[in-house]
């Protein structure tokens, strides 16, 4: 029969020590829920048939979210422990011979090697039960101590239900199990709630599963950071440090220089070149990928843009945008959506720009709003430049001709077309379209003779 390995993540519990009328595992670190990462370190690891047990209040807000990965969720109505959670979780499962990974759905920093390493120890040899995730930490600590006898793992006990000696005990229980399913199926409806929390415990498994001959083997994790579980909004904050600092190791590893990791916000799955330098206090997130030999920053932010080589970023905003190479965008710019910037375009500082194509080597160095417009090749935009694109009810287009020449102050009011070539004097108003090398002023504008 074919072996398939499937995964329970479990995701019902309400979270009560972040304070917070969100549901926990939607709070976000690095700019994605924090059910995200389990999921994505699941699909890394060839896990894609996950079943997310979540409640009622929970499901609606992470069911599109786990559809994302192809999982699906099951609801568990009342909290009655993690063990309880698994045998809704195996329901909602149609038996298999294969293997069941249990994960929780707070441990934003678990990598896809933690899952292989603890399906490695229930596959290592015939009549394993479980493959164990454990994690040497620091005392004092709330996790799940792993009591041994001998080399063997004998059983996990819940912090409080530690003695004072197994309360000494430093290897923990991360959280992460690879159970051979059959041997899980068989003694999941055993357990009972006999402990400090009236809980049906998932950990009290270990004890079922050795009694009935099925040994668990441990698979120790070296980096405890990696199988922290956040409950509270300063381990959260602790998480995105880590993961924060994991994601900045990456780029710097790639050839980026990243002056000051501490105050530069990376989110996953970004694309940055080689040579590229982030200056400090600036965030780079969503689909953004960036090319070669740019700088971004200080002070900056970059979300869903593409980004050429060698362009410069200083101090500004760049959002659902295209960038051409060799462009310089700053200080104090604010792309804000929607914007195809050509090769070599300035855009120099109080420009806001919206809706907008500019061509390249088109500038706009100072002091402009470029809304709804599509600026010709070459043209300059003087400061002050303002295209009135909303009459109060709807937006109209501005078109500007290449080399196009606006003068100082030059007011647009849209729909409006000026020609290639052509110029507006300082101050001008511009009410109708200007023919291409037309030269016009005054207000309202009217040709220069
Ligand atoms: C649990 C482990 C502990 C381990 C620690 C690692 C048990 C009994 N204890 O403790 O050994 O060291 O995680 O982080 O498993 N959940 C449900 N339904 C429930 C209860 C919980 O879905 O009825 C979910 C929660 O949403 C959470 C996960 O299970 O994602 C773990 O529950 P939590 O209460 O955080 O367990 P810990 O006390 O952290
Ligand atoms: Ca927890």
Redesign the pocket.
Known sequence: MERATRAI???????TRMKSSRP??LHEVCGRPLLWYPLRALATAGIRDTVV???AVVDPHVAPLVAEFGGRTVI?E????????VQIGLRALPPAAGTIVVA????PLVTPEIFADALAAVWSHDGVGLGLTTARMPLPS????VIRSGEAVAR?V??RDCSPEERTVDE????IYAFDEHSLRAVIDDLSADNA?Q??????TIELLIRAGRPVVPAVCADHRL???V?DRIELAEARAILNRTLCDQHMRAGVTIVDPATTYLEPDLIIGADSVVYPNTAIGGKTAIGARVTVGPNSRISNATIGDGVQITESVVLDTQVGAHVRIGPFAHLRQGNVVGADVHIGNFVEVKNTTLHAGAKANHLAYLGDAEIGERANIGAGTITCNFDGTSKHRTEIGARAFIGSNSTLVAPLRIGAGALTGAGAVVIRDVADGERVVGNPARPLK
Do not use: C, P, W
Not at 9 to 15: E, F, P
Not at 78 to 85: D, K, L, P, V
């Open positions: 993540v479990l995701a019902a519990g309400m979270g926990k595992v047990v979540t409640n568990q009342q909290q009655r422990g993690t063990g309880h959670a929780y759905g707070d441990m709330s996790f799940g101590r996990i819940e912090e923990m229980n991360a959280g929390q809980e049906l415990y998932l950990t009290d199988v922290l579980g409950n």
